[in-house]
């Protein structure tokens, strides 16, 4: 019971090693999957979830991130009714590892960039002047062809393969080979989890939603995820406060029941355990105080 297997079907037709598109939808999916490409992503709308590996993150505008080979990942989101001009916009670069190094092998020495893309199975999010860089180039690919395509793609991985300004999102590598059937009920778990993560979700309810007995859940969630069900939805909840400390205003009191929790002292014991540090040391540390 793993996440689904994805074949990209602009890979299974071609030899080209890589490619970049603009992606606009209403939200973003809830399909919890993975593939043998590699991934970068930058965010131009919309707002939601972001899952990769084990990591659980609130995304915004503005997120970048590199997805290593046949990591799970999902970003999603939902549908904002009352404003239907404002999609799910972003940014993809899809690089088959395999292909590329293949055909660069008669031309350079690519043993870092095979080191590089086996590291970048953690999952890795990039921050600072280097994001808009990479931004800029991922704009100018749309409108390139040929030579110039590879030209900013050369760029891209030397940015992406130099140490700063980025971090990495899982401790170790997180790998899933197997294809099944389930992708349904993480869907539409997905989905029930970010519209009322807000609200309380037993065990019992996210079981049912999945279409599931209770101790297969468990069992299922824990495989798919790496985490609990309860530990999950904490995670869900935190990246979502991290976001109002971060962008907003409101009192912290205020923001531990916007995102969720009913308590306090737990809500600032599960923010520590999960970003080393108190809600207010990372709002001050966030705003320069």
Partial sequence: M????????????????????????????????FHDECQLVYIVSGSGTRIIGGSIEHFEPGDLTFVGSNVPHVWYSEPNPDDKEAPAISL??????????????????????????????????????????????????????????????????EMLMEPSERTWLNSTNIISSVRDHHQHRVSRLMQYIQKHFREEISLEQAAEVAGMQLHSFCRFFKQITKHTFSDFLNRVRVAFAAQLLQHSELPITQIVFESGFNNISYFNRTFKKIYGQTPKEFRAKILGK
């Fill in 2 to 33: 793993k996440p689904t297997y994805a074949l990209l079907s602009d890979f299974s037709t071609t030899t080209t090693p890589f490619l970049v598109k603009e992606i606009v939808r209403a939200s973003f999916s809830p399909d919890f999957h």
């Fill in 92 to 157: 993809a670069l899809y690089i088959n590892p395999s292909k590329l190094t293949t055909q660069l092998k008669g031309l350079i020495d690519t043993q870092s960039i095979e080191d590089f893309f086996v590291e970048a199975e953690r999952g890795m999010s990039i921050v600072g002047s280097k994001k808009q860089l990479i931004y800029r180039c991922l704009k100018l690919m749309l409108k390139q062809k040929s030579v110039g395509l590879l030209i900013y793609l050369f760029q891209i991985l």
